[in-house]
């Protein structure tokens, strides 16, 4: 199916642990992003990508890590888990140029 | 800093009564303003994109206008299922960060029958 997918869509794990999220996008988008929502801070950027092999920070990076080795994937890694990034998390896509993004449905993580 | 404010954070509105919801912004340069629709549980679904001053856009009993200092998305006549959080966003940086996108904090909309 055409779209952006993210997997897992829930997930619950412990203090420490190594956690990866995966997003997939079949349009060949250029810039992918991943976004943590939270309630009182909306919707902040943690990293961001122009194409494959080309990745950026956004405004909440620490204790993250993204890949790009093909357009279509965007993984967010997290080394070690913490509480504090219990959070939804979402992927999105866009073409080139100031055009609008289009969202994953999300997937939720609880670090305990 | 680039900044957008959402006004009210949060709306109850009788099904068939016509209101507005505000969207400010302080941006160096505006190269779009996008207006999205999250339904609980859901990621964010896009509405419109608004590129300058007077400009509207308008789907079903939705339309979003544009100034240079704010932008308001009208609901007419609303119906339950429109009830969800509704989000504007504008792209902030540099011409190489253009991609990126600072969001409100979204009006929750809810419709009552």
């Known amino acids: 199916d055409a779209g952006i997918t993210q997997s897992p869509r829930y997930k619950i794990t412990e203090t420490g642990r190594q956690v990866t999220l995966m997003c997939h996008q079949t349009?060949?988008?250029?810039?992918m992003f991943w976004y943590r929502q939270d309630l009182g801070h909306g919707l902040r950027l943690i990293y961001y990508?122009?194409?494959?092999?080309?990745?950026d920070k956004g405004e909440v990076p620490d204790g993250y890590v993204v890949s790009r080795s093909k357009t279509e994937n965007f993984p967010l890694t997290l080394e070690s888990a913490t509480r504090s990034q219990t959070s939804v998390y979402f992927c999105a896509s866009s073409s080139q140029g100031p055009h609008e993004q289009f969202f994953g449905p999300g997937t939720r993580l609880t670090v305990l | 800093e680039d900044q957008v404010t959402q006004s009210p954070e949060a709306l109850r509105l009788q099904e068939g009564e016509s209101s507005s919801l505000n969207c400010s912004y302080t941006?160096?340069?505006?190269?779009?303003l996008f207006w999205y629709r999250q339904d609980p549980g859901k990621g964010p679904e896009f509405l419109f994109t608004?590129?300058?001053a007077g400009e509207e856009k308008e789907k079903e009993r939705l339309k979003a206008t544009l100034t240079k200092k704010e932008s308001f998305l009208h609901i007419t006549a609303p119906k339950p299922e429109d009830s969800a959080t509704y989000l504007c966003?504008?792209?902030?940086?540099?011409?190489?960060?253009?991609?990126?996108?600072?969001f409100g904090q979204g009006t929750r909309l809810t419709i009552n029958p």
């Open positions: 966003a504008v792209p902030t940086g540099d011409i190489q960060g253009a991609q990126k996108l600072v």
């Open positions: 608004l590129y300058s």
């Open positions: 349009w060949s988008h250029s810039y």
């Open positions: 990508s122009a194409a494959a092999d080309i990745t």
């Open positions: 941006v160096s340069g505006l190269r779009g």
